[in-house]
């Protein structure tokens, strides 16, 4: 039975039991989450004003989901006395996104804090107001004001800045440094989708230059080095600039998994621009590679596994799945193919399915005529192999 049904759908009542849940943390944990994911934002948030400074450091010491998330935002400012309380908050916050929350508990203690709290908070002050300035940017992009958008960065850019200071003035050179990069990142972003492939390329190496100083921030570098190098390829329509500038995003995908579906794109367009057999197939593997991490990184962030994708399957269909992470059908049947392939025949399994793909054949064909196929263009498998993974994407198909 669901808090509303033993409630009685009271709203009183709902919002009573949860702080009541939250106040006997850490037990009861499960059944408070069991509790927030039953009820929608908007009464998490109404119920949040309940909270008090014991309840938020409770909260807080959780795994931060969205429902955690939504309650806590609701917190009243004048509940939170306590600076480190109200920053280790605002930091929460902001890294989840509700940046007009934050901002407003900033603005209510701005002028409370001394000292090192008070350099700390203009610092996310400065940090959250270029975050919003960015996505206001975001916004008169898709409406066409491009001059708007340019201004917005440049505001962003002159907070990052402001920020940068505070955080230097704090000792605190990592997060000056994560600043500063975010500032670049966004205005070479900007320079690169207009077509401004000069400043793009410069403010991508400043970027990657200034992330070289730490090593916490090579990654980085070598994102900034790589979207530099994919200008290099722009410009001089060379397949071995957008083949280098995707090894360098594969290789931190790792790391940073959304990369993939740029190294995807940079193997895609080399792919268009070379002629040889050998470059192909060394090209498509690598294409392949991307495009199966990013699939993988789209399914965890929708359906939290590969379990949760052949359970949506089964509900909707490829078709309503691929609907539902914003890509091609083919691109999901090809996926399901490559991991079928791989569970059956491991590493030579992905060598069957690249040679598939490039003949533009699949598994839906006789089993025998594949091996024909596939051999005709030198590539050995057995037929216990093709048979087992057609098996295993069969049970993946059916209920």
Not at 84 to 90: E, P, R, T
Not at 122 to 139: H, K, Y
Not at 257 to 280: C, I, R, W
Not at 392 to 397: F, K, T
Request: contains cysteine.
């Amino acid at each position: 039975m669901s808090i509303a049904e033993e409630c009685l759908w009271n709203l009183d009542c709902i919002k009573t039991r949860i702080i009541k849940e939250v106040r006997e943390l850490p037990r009861g944990k499960g059944t408070l989450l069991r509790h927030l994911s039953e009820l929608p934002d908007s009464l998490l948030e109404e119920t949040g004003k309940e909270l008090g400074e014991h309840d938020v450091e409770s909260l807080l010491n959780m795994e931060l989901s969205g429902k955690v998330i939504a309650l806590i935002s609701g917190v009243d400012p004048s509940s939170i006395r306590n600076i480190d309380l109200l920053i280790k908050l605002v930091e929460a916050l902001m890294e989840k996104g509700k940046l007009s929350k934050a901002m407003e508990l900033l603005r209510s203690r701005i002028n409370d804090a001394t000292g090192e709290g008070s350099i700390r908070l203009r610092a996310l002050m400065e940090l959250c107001q270029g975050l919003m300035s960015l996505e206001s940017s975001e916004t008169e992009h898709s409406n066409g004001n491009h001059d708007a958008e340019f201004r917005l960065i440049n505001e962003a850019m002159g907070h990052f800045s402001e920020a940068y200071r505070y955080y230097e003035d704090l000792g605190e050179l990592t997060n000056a440094l994560e600043v500063r990069l975010t500032g670049l990142m966004e205005l070479a972003k900007y320079y690169l989708t207009h077509g401004d492939l000069d400043n793009a390329r410069s403010t991508y190496l400043q970027c990657a230059s200034a992330a070289r100083w730490s090593k916490e921030y090579l990654t980085e570098a070598i994102r900034c080095s790589a979207k530099a190098r994919l200008i290099d390829a722009i410009e001089e329509g060379d397949p071995a600039y957008y083949e280098e500038a995707g090894d360098m995003l594969l290789n931190i995908t790792q790391e940073e998994p959304e990369t993939a579906e740029e190294a995807k794109a940079a193997y895609g367009s080399a792919l268009q621009l070379v002629n040889d057999e050998e470059g192909k197939g060394r090209l498509f593997m690598k294409y392949l590679t991307a495009a199966i991490i990013n699939i993988d990184w789209l399914i965890n962030q929708k359906y939290g596994g590969f379990e949760g994708l052949i359970n949506t399957i089964r509900n909707l269909g490829l078709r309503g799945v691929a609907g539902e992470l914003g890509i091609d059908e083919k691109q999901v049947r090809l996926y399901l193919e490559v991991k079928a392939l791989a569970k059956a025949g491991g590493v030579n399994g992905v060598k069957v399915a690249v040679a598939l793909t490039l003949m533009g054949l699949n598994l839906s064909l006789d089993t025998y005529e594949l091996m024909k196929r596939l051999k005709e263009v030198g590539v050995e498998v057995s037929e216990s192999t093709l048979d087992k993974a057609k098996s295993i994407l069969g049970s993946w198909l059916t209920h």
